[in-house]
């Protein structure tokens, strides 16, 4: 299937998992130079508005609409209740309306209007006003017989709309002090030209993510919880995609209620990453999280409890 003139989407599966490769001519970034960066900050509302300001100011350098891939969970809660905040006044409203916002990941199948859905969670955290405002809202659908083809209609808008220009990222534990970013998870054979992937649900997955989501405040009923243990695959976005945004924004700033996050990211700035591509890319399935380490313009935010 095409998104452009130039790139087709193709699937390739590796074990269980069905990942969308894209024939963009695409290469495997080269190890880099230099130790990983990140600033950090003394609380939960500092990073939220350091999060908002790179988006005013990446809006400030660029003309016409800009793209975002949105975080869900508790990363970046703190920046949107600044959007939702300044959504009700006319303060941003040139800003909003040039954002196309879109979903990293989803949960399938599950009803969209569960409470542990990405979507219903950014409704209540961004707010009426800002999905009235914004250019376009683009979430993965999960209330289909065609989990491959309406994925694959999303990342044809992704892409003929230019690309992500911010795309907002967290950071999972995973056994062993690996991580993950989206929901790559370590061995799943993800590749830097996968533009997506469709990969069964884990049970540690699916704890980490209704736990995130109650520690985030959302309400989620019984039957809510029920059927999202029911879930059998997960939606996510790949590195092709990580490595293709034209700026990365991360948050950490929940690791006093997963603690696992603490020797994931010790592990994650100080492995070194091989400089031989084989074997970098064997390092990247066992520890997707480094993924974001081969993207040359990232910010990281972080809170001291992650130490």
């Not at 003929?160 to 062993?176: M, S, T, V």
């Amino acid at each position: 299937m095409q998104t452009s003139e130039r790139k087709i989407i193709r699937p390739r599966t590796t074990d269980e998992n069905i990942w969308l490769e894209t024939s963009a001519n695409v290469s495997i970034p080269e190890a880099p130079t230099s130790s990983f960066q990140y600033q950090m900050l003394d609380t939960e509302a500092a990073v939220g508005r350091a999060m908002f300001d790179e988006l005013v100011q990446y809006a400030a350098s660029k003309d016409g609409d800009i793209v975002i891939v949105l975080l869900g969970g508790r990363g970046a809660q703190a920046m949107y209740k600044i959007i939702s905040d300044l959504a009700k006044t006319s303060e941003i409203d040139d800003l909003l309306g040039r954002l196309h916002a879109f979903t990293q990941d989803a949960l399938a199948p599950m009803r969209m209007n569960n409470g542990l859905s990405f979507v219903r969670d950014f409704e209540r955290l961004l707010g009426d006003d800002f999905f009235k405002k914004v250019k376009s809202f683009t979430p993965m659908q999960t209330e289909t017989d065609d989990i491959e083809g309406e994925f694959i209609s999303y990342l044809e808008k992704l892409d003929a709309l230019g690309g992500i220009d911010i795309f907002l990222l967290g950071f999972g534990p995973e056994a062993e002090a690996a991580s993950h970013l989206c929901y790559i998870k370590p061995g799943s054979g993800a590749r830097f030209n996968d533009v997506g992937g469709i990969i069964p649900i884990s049970s540690s997955i699916l704890e980490h993510h209704i736990n995130k989501f109650k520690v985030g405040g959302s309400k989620v009923s019984n039957a809510d919880e029920e059927e999202c243990r029911g879930a059998t695959h997960i939606l996510t976005l790949g590195p092709a995609m990580i490595l293709g945004a034209k700026k990365i924004v991360q948050s950490i700033v929940d690791a006093s209620t997963a603690p696992a996050k603490k020797p994931s990211f010790a592990r994650f700035i100080s492995e070194e990453i091989a400089t031989d591509e084989s074997e970098r890319e064997k390092q990247l399935d066992e520890n997707p999280g480094l993924w974001i380490r081969l993207h040359p313009n990232v910010r990281s935010f972080v809170l001291p409890d992650l130490f």
